[in-house]
């Protein structure tokens, strides 16, 4: 999370696009939430100023000149994938970089390229 925020140039996690959280306690681990680049994005669906267009590979590239803030995306997003930037009022949303990679300590992320045609499996 640090890692990602760091990409963005700021320090701490008010700029991270991707989260961690407790699955029940140590014993349980933990759960990293990130976009998980939907054929399909229904936060890109919701947008009603177009300002979440679909990405090459899957996910979706945030044009921040068109967004008015009004929060649809992060309301439609199924896995709280999509954060928020609470000083400018705009989502935060991973745009599948593999920076937080390099830098995670336990090698617990990763980067997989995914197939792609009629026959990939889904």
Do not use: N
């Amino acid at each position: 999370m640090f890692a990602c925020s760091r990409r963005q140039g700021t320090a701490g996690l008010a700029q991270s696009c991707i989260g961690v959280r407790s699955a029940g306690g140590m014993s349980r681990g933990f759960q990293v939430i990130v976009c998980r680049a939907c054929p399909d994005p229904p936060c890109a669906r919701a947008c009603p100023e177009d300002a979440l267009t679909l990405r090459p590979g899957g996910g979706v590239l945030l044009h921040k000149e068109l967004c008015t803030g009004c929060g649809l995306c992060r309301e439609a997003c199924i896995l709280g994938a999509v954060y928020w930037e609470e000083s400018a009022s705009k989502p935060q949303i991973c745009i599948h970089c593999g920076y937080c990679v390099r830098y995670c300590p336990h090698d617990v992320l990763g980067m997989e390229k995914k197939a792609e045609g009629p026959d990939a499996a889904g």
